[in-house]
């Protein structure tokens, strides 16, 4: 029965021989992929150089961008003040204009009866104008006619 043992500790050396064997291809592998890694974060860490390069000089040229922006903002702001002024005195000469034409109006509305009988009286004064006129037109022509037919002038009455 002593071969038993034997037999039984070359079993577990046989075991412990394929343990280590296993373990010894599983650190092997393991070793294959920590150095993919490494060589993976050795490029990435090249990458992040040449990325917080261009982040530098883009966060650069993006300050001056800023400051450009902020500049010319300011200047509008004397621009858009002198518009808003503008627009306040438009808005005043707009309130006065209808001021002056309410009070035009009140004032047409409250005289429109005395405006009425200056539209007749002017009508008349017109009228006799023009019968004036036509009466001036018919007595020169009456005096040349004279004058030419009689040698003698003799003014009408």
């Known amino acids: 029965m002593e071969w038993i043992l034997y037999v039984a500790a070359l079993v577990a050396a046989i075991g412990f021989l394929v343990l280590c064997i296993s373990l010894g291809a599983t ?6 992929t920590l150095d993919n890694m490494a060589g993976t974060v050795a490029g990435i860490e090249g990458q992040m150089e040449g990325i917080t390069r261009e982040t530098t ?7 001056d961008l800023a400051a450009d922006v902020q500049h010319k903002v300011a200047e509008m702001n004397t621009v858009v ?17 209808s001021r002056v034409t309410s009070s035009i109006s009140s004032e047409v509305n409250k005289n429109d009866e005395k405006v009425a009988q200056v539209v007749q009286w002017g009508s008349v004064a017109m009228g006799l104008a023009d019968k004036w006129k036509k ?3 018919i007595d020169e022509q009456d005096v040349q006619f004279t004058t030419s037919s009689n040698p003698v002038h003799t003014p009408k009455k």
Request: overall charge positive; hydrophobic content about 40%.
């Open 27 to 32: 650190l092997f592998s393991v070793k294959k």
């Open 57 to 63: 000089t883009l966060l650069a040229k993006t300050n």
């Open 81 to 97: 003040s002198a518009v808003k002024g503008i627009g306040e005195s438009v808005t005043g000469l707009n309130q006065s204009i």
């Open 135 to 137: 009466r001036k037109v």
